[in-house]
């Protein structure tokens, strides 16, 4: 998917056991994207590592500081899929 956005709400949660594959995501395209739409959920990449919604939410990729800034979770389809979808809250939430 390589930071390309989909609008949309992520999918209920299903549990899989196989980690995804890594891919190369220009997170500093995704965090500009996310903040010209505050609030709305988007598709933001498809199998990254699984830590990266939290990576996201802690501002560890630095496009997306200040911390708390933005949410993201992500979520594997039954076709197996691992997406990670993410949302900008504003600078100064917490």
């Known amino acids: 998917m390589s930071g390309v956005l989909r609008w949309e709400d ?3 949660a299903i549990r899989y056991g196989n980690r995804p ?3 190369s995501v220009d997170w500093y395209r995704v965090a500009a994207q996310l903040r010209a739409k505050p609030g709305e959920w988007a598709a933001v990449a498809e199998a990254v590592a699984t830590n990266a919604p939290a990576m996201i939410r802690s501002a560890n990729y630095a496009a997306f500081r200040p911390a708390g800034a933005f949410d993201s979770v992500g979520r594997r389809t039954a076709d197996g899929v691992y997406t990670i979808y993410a949302r900008y809250l504003g600078d100064g939430a917490r």
Do not use: E, G, K
Request: glycine share 0%; hydrophobic share 15%.
């Open 21 to 23: 594959a890594p891919t």
């Open 10 to 12: 992520p999918p209920p």
